[in-house]
């Protein structure tokens, strides 16, 4: 007898009509046919031979077939005499030390980064992405790097308009004085913008489209991403709210800056004290198990969960909002793939929104 083992570093995810297979080791993902996983599911109790006998013989050239791809993409392999004991089953449990991972900010003026800078510490939030309608100086770059200069912060990300003074020497300059930044988005770029060949410890990303706040959300395959601790994440909690905490241009402390509700204003509560709110973590447990859709979708651990941007169509009793994200054009039914905004279905929650 031969059996079949599966590695335990491999993520079945089932959908409506088919699975997406994520190799959490090497970071990748591939979809295959529902009738795929029924054998996978069948070799976990059975030898490759018993699998076989229960196929006529059309059934089992396409058995071969998935046996095949299971050994040629390396997601498992075969013994002869008995089942491989030495695997354990990958653990689902999913652990961050950190009160709060993410902040992020829709800054209107700088100078409150020195206020919040104590609650960095205390929540040790890891990233600071901070978003400007307004061009920023190369002083204002450092000013900001210069404030959590030596914080527990890993890093911040900063999306501006690009302007006039952006080029080369800027960049450089930025390059020798700031130690935090590790991501730039300029903004609203012309298609002759400057160009730049030099290497800096940042990344730097030019974008020709006016990036607005609102532009969030967007569900899109581009975005996804196969990586170990965000699909655990993803399995236990929110992908998009959980242990994150944001801003608005007006102060207001909320789950998402384009949220509505809000928790309070950061001029008169600190962000220490808006986590110990109750409801501020009613969303963190909203995994897309549980979201309309999405729990159909074969995307749904690789996918975030905008919750700011919703359809609007399904509740909790208690008021939790479980719609589909409304930016997501994807139909697990279909396997088709649309643009979100042309759906009428969804145009009454588009025009609610203003979008």
């Known amino acids: ?33 529902l009738e795929f996983n029924e054998m996978i599911n069948e070799l976990k109790y059975l030898s490759i031979e018993e699998v076989f006998e229960m ?23 075969i013994t002869d005499n008995d089942r491989e004991k030495n695997f354990p089953p990958l653990s689902h449990d999913y652990s961050e030390p950190s009160i709060i991972t993410n902040l992020f900010i829709e800054i209107a003026d700088i100078s409150i980064l020195d206020q919040l800078k104590t609650s960095i510490e205390n929540l040790e939030i890891k990233h600071l992405v901070i978003y400007s309608s307004k061009s920023l100086s190369v002083d204002d770059f450092i000013n900001i790097d210069k404030v959590f200069k030596s914080s527990v912060l890993s890093g911040i990300e900063i999306f501006s308009p690009l ?35 030099e290497e800096f410890r940042f990344t730097l990303n030019l974008v ?18 196969t990586n170990l601790p965000k699909v655990l994440e993803a399995i236990n909690h929110n992908s998009c709210l959980h242990k994150k905490i944001g801003i608005d241009r007006g102060g207001h402390i909320k789950n998402c800056p384009l949220m509505q509700e809000s928790f309070g204003n950061i001029r008169d509560i600190s962000l220490e004290e808006i986590v110990q709110q109750p409801n501020f973590k009613r969303y963190w447990s909203l995994t897309k198990d549980h979201i309309e859709v999405c729990k159909d979708c074969e995307f749904r651990y690789l996918c975030t969960d905008c919750r700011a941007y919703t359809e609007s169509s399904h509740y909790t009793s208690d008021g939790l909002d ?5 930016k997501c054009g994807y139909n697990p ?20 929104y203003n979008l």
């Open 1 to 33: 007898m031969r059996y079949f083992n599966l590695f335990s570093t491999l993520q079945i995810t089932e959908g409506a009509r088919r699975i997406l297979i994520s190799d959490l080791q090497r970071n990748v993902s591939e979809l295959y046919p």
């Open 55 to 77: 196929y006529d013989e059309e059934s089992k050239k396409i058995a071969q077939e998935y046996l095949d791809i299971l050994l040629e993409n390396e997601y498992g392999f």
């Open 163 to 197: 302007h006039g003074q952006v080029g080369n020497t800027f960049l450089r300059r930025l390059n020798k004085r700031t130690e935090r930044i590790y991501s730039l988005i300029f903004y609203s770029c012309p298609k002759e913008s400057f160009k730049t060949k």
């Open 208 to 225: 020709e489209d006016h990036l607005k706040i609102s532009s969030c959300g967007k569900v899109d395959m581009k975005y996804f991403n």
């Open 322 to 326: 479980v719609s589909k994200p409304l």
């Open 333 to 352: 039914y279909t396997n088709e793939w649309e643009e979100w905004s042309s759906n009428p279905l969804k145009q009454k929650a588009i025009h609610s």
